[in-house]
């Protein structure tokens, strides 16, 4: 039986982690915080709890975190209009429910934007599940949201697809393989050395290469 395949979303079918990076971005300077883009990029992918401390020290996120954690949530808001698909998303899932793989979304997404983003992708009559921020206390790097995706797949094997390194490394915390895509911007070295088996330049490539992986 294949492999069930278990999608991250942002970054991975959905075109989202600048945009994370700039509400993130303002929501630090609203709270007169001032922290470079680049960085706040090289954590996107990460759960919101630990991204403040991560990027701008322990002492910011105990007097401004929540504060900081709230403005990202509005300034998100107005920016998520902006958000396209990633070009070969609806293709990606189609070939692998093709392939006779159980197909689940894992998130950690809020629920407002996970609906945002399934209306989007219009392919919910093909998915087997999905997670949102309702379904785990801790996101990634932590393994619980794949875990809960492959419950809902059915249990049983399953690979992770995602763009992060916060995606390799959740897989590999849960015991199982992943498919690093660049479309979040991070290089396929990264990627490899956060623990991805098989890197591919987009999930429209993966879909045309499907049969040259084994891990599905």
Same mark, same amino acid.
């Given at each position: 039986?294949?492999?069930?395949?278990?999608?991250?979303?942002?970054?991975?079918?959905?075109?989202?982690?600048?945009? =994370?990076?700039?509400?993130?971005?303002?929501?630090?300077?609203?709270?007169?915080?001032?922290?470079?883009?680049?960085?706040? =990029?090289? =954590?996107?992918?990460?759960?919101?709890?630990?991204?403040?401390?991560?990027?701008?020290?322990?002492?910011?996120?105990?007097?401004?975190?929540?504060?900081?954690?709230?403005?990202?949530?509005?300034?998100?808001?107005?920016?998520?209009?902006?958000?396209?698909?990633?070009?070969?998303?609806?293709?990606?899932?189609?070939?692998?429910?093709?392939?006779?793989?159980?197909?689940?979304?894992?998130?950690?997404?809020?629920?407002?934007?996970?609906? =945002?983003?399934?209306?989007?992708?219009?392919?919910?009559?093909?998915?087997?599940?999905?997670?949102?921020?309702?379904?785990?206390?801790?996101?990634?790097?932590?393994?619980?949201?794949?875990?809960?995706?492959?419950?809902?797949?059915?249990?049983?094997?399953?690979?992770?697809?995602?763009?992060?390194?916060?995606?390799?490394?959740?897989?590999?915390?849960?015991?199982?393989?992943?498919?690093?895509?660049?479309?979040?911007?991070?290089?396929?070295?990264?990627?490899?050395?956060?623990?991805?088996?098989?890197?591919?330049?987009?999930?429209?490539?993966?879909?045309?290469?499907?049969?040259?992986?084994?891990?599905?």
């Amino acid at each position: 039986m294949p492999r069930a395949a278990i999608l991250d979303i942002d970054g991975t079918l959905v075109d989202t982690n600048y945009q =994370h990076a700039l509400g993130w971005f303002r929501a630090f300077r609203k709270n007169d915080v001032t922290v470079p883009l680049w960085r706040i =990029h090289r =954590h996107i992918g990460i759960a919101g709890d630990l991204l403040v401390e991560a990027v701008a020290g322990k002492d910011i996120d105990s007097a401004k975190g929540d504060a900081i954690r709230d403005a990202e949530g509005r300034a998100y808001s107005e920016l998520v209009g902006e958000v396209t698909m990633i070009e070969g998303a609806r293709e990606l899932v189609r070939t692998l429910k093709r392939a006779g793989c159980p197909v689940v979304l894992a998130s950690s997404a809020k629920e407002e934007e996970l609906e =945002h983003y399934l209306k989007m992708l219009d392919v919910s009559d093909l998915l087997d599940g999905w997670t949102s921020s309702a379904d785990v206390d801790m996101a990634k790097p932590e393994p619980e949201v794949i875990e809960v995706a492959i419950e809902k797949a059915g249990g049983g094997e399953a690979v992770m697809i995602g763009d992060s390194t916060w995606d390799c490394e959740a897989a590999k915390r849960a015991g199982v393989p992943s498919i690093g895509v660049l479309t979040g911007g991070f290089s396929a070295s990264e990627l490899k050395d956060a623990g991805a088996a098989q890197v591919f330049e987009s999930v429209l490539e993966l879909s045309s290469r499907l049969e040259e992986t084994d891990l599905l």
